[in-house]
């Protein structure tokens, strides 16, 4: 049994979760919490190795389903060699993208069927949920244009991909939000940054009971 906290952070391009992770995390320094953050796909060299398969622009003959277990196999190594040891340490653990991102971007982005997708997710975690999802909203359009405008960003495969492809990503997470709201918490991430951080702020300090 874990003792730690999981959250992880979810959200289609360009919704900014990473800026706001950044700015949140001095503020848990400042209250001394004991924390660590990582990124899925990669997080660990195995999975980073992988990471770098699933995302170079030139893999274009990648099929979807090679693409599924790719994620999959980073997950399952990602979670054992890092994240459960933290959980088991009590720490707070926040994973930029987990489970979730499957279910959207292969199950409902790639259209493989969300049933697989799931028994998928369930075989790498040994069913571990995060205690908390923060799933950053933002409409396609305006994620993509914010992509464009950060010149800065490596530009990965899936950032390639249609609008039609980000529009079913979209839809994916919010068909989760649906099913899963009591762990899903939205936030819209077309607020001014500034926003964004205060509320993903509140609503993660609510959900750990810690006072703001
Ligand atoms: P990254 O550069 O980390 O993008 P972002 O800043 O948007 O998180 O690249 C991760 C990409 O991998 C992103 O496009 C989402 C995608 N992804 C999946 O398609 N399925 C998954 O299971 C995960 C974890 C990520």
Redesign the pocket.
């Known amino acids: 049994m874990s003792k730690g906290f999981l959250v992880s952070i979810e959200g289609p ?1 360009g919704a900014g ?2 800026s706001v992770l950044e700015a949140i995390l001095p503020i848990l320094k400042e209250k001394d919490i004991d924390f660590l953050t990582t ?3 990669g997080g660990v060299l195995i999975g980073e190795k992988i990471r770098e398969v ?2 170079d622009p030139n893999h274009t003959q990648m099929d979807s389903k090679t693409e599924l277990l790719l ?1 999959i196999a980073s ?1 399952r190594q990602h979670l054992v060699e890092k994240v459960l040891p933290a959980l088991a340490a009590g720490k707070l653990v926040i994973m ?3 489970i979730d ?2 279910v959207a ?2 199950g409902f ?1 790639r259209g493989l069927d969300i049933d697989a997708v799931n028994w998928l997710n369930q075989f790498a975690t040994d069913g571990l949920k995060p205690d908390l999802t923060l799933y950053f909203d933002i409409e396609v359009e305006k994620g993509l244009e914010r992509i464009a405008a950060n010149s800065s960003r ?1 530009v ?1 495969r ?2 390639l991909e249609g609008l039609e492809m980000h529009r079913k990503v979209r839809q994916g997470y919010l068909s989760l939000l649906e099913k899963e709201g009591n762990r899903i918490e939205k936030i819209d991430a077309s607020l001014p940054l500034d926003q964004v951080i205060e509320k993903t702020k509140q609503v993660l300090f609510d959900r750990m009971g810690l006072t703001r």
Request: no cysteine; hydrophobic share 20%; aromatic share 14%.
């Open positions: 391009e979760k990473t990124r899925e796909p699933i995302l994620y997950r930029d993208r987990f991102s499957s971007y292969q982005g490596e990965n899936l950032d």
